[in-house]
């Protein structure tokens, strides 16, 4: 049995779970996500909870049963509480552009980056970015597109990098003389 897969997904107050015939709909206050599921994986709602079974014991079973437990907890925590990814700007920055961010990273130009729909871009200072939004599939592609911009250089550490993520610098060129 999935250990992630049987374990029911509790609904908050002011978020409402619809069941479909292959497909699931979670209503928060201002957002509505939906997600499809395989056939052979059963979905209800039962207590305030929703619980997700397998039908057999095969291997896609097994897989598909804890990917779509797991889909439907983040729905629900993305219309309840909302996702963020934060990034840090190293040696550059940025500024808010309407509803884009206007990012100065080293190109003759400056770079303006637009969001996604379902996505708020906003800024912290002048060198972090909070992507935020209730699709966390939706608000970690935009956060990956805004870090695509200028990744972070291996030499000097410079670029746009997850807030905590470590980047190993690697020794220059007069390392390795002595």
Request: charged share 25%.
């Amino acid at each position: 049995m999935s250990r992630i897969g049987k374990q029911p997904v509790p609904i908050p107050s002011g978020v409402s779970v619809e069941i479909e015939t292959g497909m699931v709909r979670v209503k928060g206050a201002s957002v509505v996500l939906e997600q499809p599921y395989q056939r052979g994986i059963n979905v209800r709602v039962d207590d305030g909870q929703v619980v997700v079974e397998r039908r057999d014991d095969s291997r896609a079973q097994r897989a598909y049963h804890g990917l779509t437990r797991a889909l439907i907890a983040n729905m629900v925590t993305g219309v309840s509480e909302g996702f963020t990814k934060s990034l840090d700007l190293v040696g550059y920055r940025v500024q808010a552009a309407g509803r884009g961010v206007n990012l100065q990273v080293g190109y003759s130009h400056p770079t303006v980056v637009e969001p996604m729909e379902g996505i708020t871009l906003e800024v912290q200072g002048n060198n972090r970015i909070l992507v935020r939004g209730a699709d966390k599939q939706v608000v970690g592609e935009m956060a990956a597109r805004i870090r695509r911009v200028r990744k972070p250089d291996a030499y000097k550490g410079k670029g746009i990098r997850y807030t905590g993520e470590q980047v190993r610098l690697k020794p220059g060129k007069t390392a390795g003389r002595s």
